[in-house]
T-cell receptor, first 114, second 111 residues
Framework: EPEVTQTPSHQVTQMGQEVILRCVPISNHLYFYWYRQILGQKVEFLVSFYNNEISEKSEIFDDQFSVERPDGSNFTLKIRSTKLEDSAMYFC????????????FGQGTRLTVV | ELKVEQNPLFLSMQEGKNYTIYCNYS?????LYWYRQDPGKSLESLFVLLSNGAVKQEGRLMASLDTKARLSTLHITAAVHDLSATYFC???????????FGAGTRLFVKA
């Protein structure tokens, strides 16, 4: 069964460093998303992406964040200068269309900023 | 701004009992989702509800949507231990590019 895959599963980084989280969405999906979940808390929307551009972003998604689909298969989230409060589980998701379908989530990348 | 509220946030119940989780949202939307999350795992889609009066059932779980009341319910029938997990409802903003999650209901079913 097709699935969304994320790498790495766990990343530890020093405060101030840049990190890139990688995702391979399901191949025929057109809409891509990043969410984060701070441990034990709710899932927070970060950004949606369609047709090689951001469709919508939340207030969390500030200038330190960027997304890219560099090669038609990968979908990346870059955090330019990590802060302690960026520590969270980051989930990538994709959907085949905008309406009427749910998003399929990857297994997540646990980011720990020390 | 779209807000999604779930209650209860924590639910401990005995096997065999029935219970309902509620999800209220603050602005008009025609798309609501229920997800399940096991500890340390990703989100598994349970239901997509797209219209007023929609009702979907899968096993011991049944979800419904009342768009006029901006309310969805997830009803658990004759709970079993395997249903222990956190259940999230999520609602699409108008336009659909942004999905807002509720805080989640942590369900524990005692054997």
């Amino acid at each position: 069964e097709p699935e969304v895959t994320q790498t790495p599963s766990h990343q530890v980084t020093q405060m101030g460093q840049e990190v890139i989280l990688r995702c391979v969405p399901i191949s025929n999906h057109l809409y891509f998303y990043w969410y984060r979940q701070i441990l034990g808390q709710k899932v927070e929307f970060l950004v949606s992406f369609y047709n090689n551009e951001i469709s919508e972003k939340s207030e969390i998604f500030d200038d330190q964040f960027s997304v890219e689909r560099p090669d038609g298969s990968n979908f990346t989230l870059k955090i330019r200068s990590t802060k302690l409060e960026d520590s969270a589980m980051y989930f990538c998701a994709s959907s085949v269309e905008q309406l009427n379908t749910e998003a399929f989530f990857g297994q997540g990348t646990r980011l720990t900023v020390v | 701004e779209l807000k999604v509220e779930q209650n209860p946030l924590f639910l401990s119940m005995q096997e065999g009992k029935n219970y309902t989780i509620y999800c209220n949202y603050s602005t008009t939307s025609d798309r609501l989702y229920w997800y399940r999350q096991d500890p340390g795992k990703s989100l598994e889609s349970l239901f997509v509800l797209l219209s007023n009066g929609a009702v979907k059932q899968e096993g011991r779980l049944m979800a419904s949507l009342d768009t006029k009341a901006r309310l969805s319910t997830l009803h658990i029938t004759a709970a079993v231990h395997d249903l222990s997990a956190t259940y999230f409802c999520a609602v699409d903003s108008t336009g659909g590019f942004k999905t807002i999650f509720g805080a989640g209901t942590r369900l524990f079913v005692k054997a």
